[in-house]
């Protein structure tokens, strides 16, 4: 190699030295500098609803923590997937974050094509809560158990409606798995959101819900509604007397929605982990969990990583349930 070559390779070489620590430094001065300027949650479906409930839930405390406004933005629709693809396709700053949930790990399999990726398009920040689904009729509805529910729907010559928050969501699945193992005739009725499905439920538009238990609590409390089962594993908190699916005879039944917080996938790591700390400090507050009880959640509040497993874990095991349940949307 001849010394004009051998200079030009060393110019070339520190000059690309001096790019990547220019980036690095840029990064590293922006998470410096971050927050500077308000926040913004997307939530995915309408206002009113359990993700709603717990963005604002966050929301306050989180501004406090970090010296700037939170604000909470609603972008529903298609089974919580437009909210999601407008935040990965947002600037990876920390300044545009998604409340998601269970539902986003479900939607990777049952539609065919998404604009964005769940586990590759996103930064987990932290798991806000746990909240159980709760089996839901209109108190003037006869059925006083699944059981009697169940020999209603085989007994009527139409089949009896659910409603849920959108295609692919977790809703959407429960009534699939329940149809399957109860051996009873469902028709699927997408809202959404849990706002106009309480409203229907209500008024006696559809049969039945799988929504979770905060949209329906006070409603059942206050006699309007009757909560059959939980879909959980275990029965809520917030609804002690009420069975779970697998006690009322659908055994192994145990699907629960959970909500957490995410950024878009190159958000800097200095913004995720200072996001991931500050928000676990809340959740795992006293005054957090006193708010969770009064609306059935059960606060999570863990790291990035172990989100990234969750996330991994509930997209796994959701595949093979939308397969066996043959749900696709295109």
């Known amino acids: 190699m001849n010394p004009t070559s051998q200079h030009r390779r060393r110019v070339i070489t520190a000059a690309c030295i001096s790019l990547v620590a220019s980036v690095g430094f840029a990064s590293t001065a922006l998470a410096q500098a971050w927050p500077s300027k308000p926040i913004t949650l997307i939530v995915p479906f309408p206002a009113g609803g359990t993700t709603d409930v717990l963005a604002r839930s966050l929301a306050e405390p989180l501004a406090k923590a970090l010296g700037q406004p939170v604000?909470?933005?609603?972008?529903?629709?298609?089974?919580?997937?437009?909210?999601?693809?407008f935040v990965a396709k947002a600037k990876p700053d920390g300044y545009t974050l998604l409340v998601g949930a269970v539902h986003h790990t479900i939607?990777?399999?049952?539609?065919?094509?998404?604009?964005?990726?769940?586990?590759?398009?996103?930064?987990?920040?932290t798991a806000i809560a746990l909240v159980p689904n709760v089996l839901t009729v209109s108190a003037a509805n006869p059925a006083k158990s699944?059981?009697?529910?169940?020999?209603?729907?085989?007994?009527?010559?139409?089949?009896?409606?659910?409603?849920?928050?959108?295609?692919?969501?977790?809703?959407?699945?429960?009534?699939?798995?329940?149809?399957?193992?109860?051996?009873?005739?469902?028709?699927?009725?997408?809202?959404k959101g849990s706002g106009p499905l309480t409203t229907d439920l209500l008024g006696g538009q559809v049969a039945m819900s799988f929504d979770t238990v905060t949209p329906?609590?006070?409603?059942?409390?206050?006699?309007k509604l009757r909560a059959l089962a939980v879909t959980t594993?275990?029965?809520?908190?917030?609804?002690?007397?009420?069975?779970?699916l697998a006690e009322s005879g659908l055994k192994g039944f145990d699907i629960g929605t959970w909500f957490?917080?995410?950024?878009?996938?190159?958000?800097?790591?200095?913004?995720?982990?200072?996001?991931?700390?500050?928000?676990?400090?809340?959740i795992q507050s006293p005054d957090f969990a006193k708010r969770m009880v009064d609306i059935g959640a059960e606060p999570i509040g863990n790291t990035s990583e172990q989100?990234?497993?969750?996330?991994?874990?509930?997209?796994?095991?959701?595949?093979?349930?939308?397969?066996?349940?043959?749900?696709?949307?295109?």
Request: aromatic share 6%; charged share 20%; hydrophobic share 40%.
């Open 107 to 125: 939607a990777t399999s049952v539609y065919k094509k998404l604009p964005y990726d769940f586990q590759k398009s996103f930064a987990p920040v």
């Open 260 to 282: 957490g917080l995410l950024a878009p996938t190159a958000t800097p790591k200095e913004i995720v982990a200072r996001l991931s700390s500050e928000s676990m400090k809340i």
């Open 146 to 191: 699944v059981a009697e529910l169940i020999a209603q729907g085989k007994a009527s010559k139409d089949k009896l409606t659910y409603g849920s928050n959108g295609n692919g969501t977790a809703q959407h699945l429960i009534g699939t798995q329940f149809e399957n193992l109860a051996g009873v005739g469902l028709v699927h009725v997408p809202y």
């Open 216 to 223: 329906v609590l006070a409603h059942i409390k206050a006699g």
């Open 233 to 244: 594993g275990k029965r809520s908190s917030a609804l002690p007397d009420v069975p779970t």
């Open 307 to 330: 989100m990234t497993r969750q996330i991994r874990d509930d997209t796994e095991k959701f595949a093979q349930l939308v397969r066996e349940a043959k749900v696709t949307i295109e």
């Open 71 to 85: 604000i909470v933005e609603s972008k529903p629709g298609a089974g919580a997937t437009i909210g999601a693809d």
